[in-house]
T-cell receptor, first 116, second 113 residues
Framework: DTGVSQNPRHKITKRGQNVTFRCDPISEHNRLYWYRQTLGQGPEFLTYFQNEAQLEKSRLLSDRFSAERPKGSFSTLEIQRTEQGDSAMYLC??????????????FGSGTQLSVL | AQSVAQPEDQVNVAEGNPLTVKCTYSVSGNPYLFWYVQYPNRGLQFLLKYITGDNLVKGSYGFEAEFNKSQTSFHLKKPSALVSDSALYFCAVRDIRTYKYIFGTGTRLKVLA
């Protein structure tokens, strides 16, 4: 499978626990994005990377959220001290930036987080 | 700040009839516009994009979208709807400075047999 891969598919955790999600983008893609989607809503931007550099982080994102892309390949999203309001689908997407116009996002299937 | 609006939560259309899913946008500068589709338990799939050039853009599965600068709209269309087109559709705009994609709230399309 050469698409964007996300693991795990589902995560159930108790409030206050830490969770980490992994995203493996399409191999040659240099941009990687994290979004959060709740039921009935559109994807909400969290952060994105170009290679290993984190270029933008949503102001809506609290300090409990952190993302890394250490070698410019896979990425991890960690949520510390989870709260029930963190329950959502976390989506990863990647794109190849050849020039300023010719790109779009390829999405993974997401990680569904449930905080009890 | 850049944004997109999808004014309809749901659109119902009979199979074989033409369909339109509406999207309006607000950007500074030239817009980069996209449509994505999400089937149940699946990730978002790219349908089409407008960057520059012809106002009518053709995409996957027979979909097309019309860019209208004066009305700041980018409506998704298909001449003849299929039951299998039933899904959640998202319009998105890309910030040309930061490469951040901003999505609308989505429109659920139901095609009735």
């Amino acid at each position: 499978d050469t698409g964007v891969s996300q693991n795990p598919r589902h995560k159930i955790t108790k409030r206050g626990q830490n969770v980490t999600f992994r995203c493996d983008p399409i191999s040659e893609h240099n941009r990687l994005y994290w979004y959060r989607q709740t039921l009935g809503q559109g994807p909400e931007f969290l952060t994105y990377f170009q290679n290993e550099a984190q270029l933008e982080k949503s102001r809506l994102l609290s300090d409990r959220f952190s993302a890394e892309r250490p070698k410019g390949s896979f990425s991890t999203l960690e949520i510390q001290r989870t709260e029930q309001g963190d329950s959502a689908m976390y989506l990863c997407a990647s794109s190849l930036n050849l020039d300023r116009v010719d790109e779009f996002l390829f999405f993974g299937s997401g990680t569904q987080l449930s905080v009890l | 700040a850049q944004s997109v609006a999808q004014p309809e939560d749901q659109v119902n259309v009979a199979e074989g009839n033409p369909l339109t899913v509406k999207c309006t946008y607000s950007v500074s500068g030239n817009p980069y516009l996209f449509w994505y589709v999400q089937y149940p338990n699946r990730g978002l799939q790219f349908l089409l994009k407008y960057i520059t050039g012809d106002n009518l853009v053709k995409g996957s599965y027979g979909f097309e979208a019309e860019f209208n600068k004066s009305q700041t709209s980018f409506h998704l269309k298909k001449p003849s709807a299929l039951v299998s087109d039933s899904a959640l559709y998202f319009c998105a705009v890309r910030d040309i400075r930061t490469y951040k994609y901003i999505f609308g709230t989505g429109t659920r399309l139901k095609v009735l047999a």
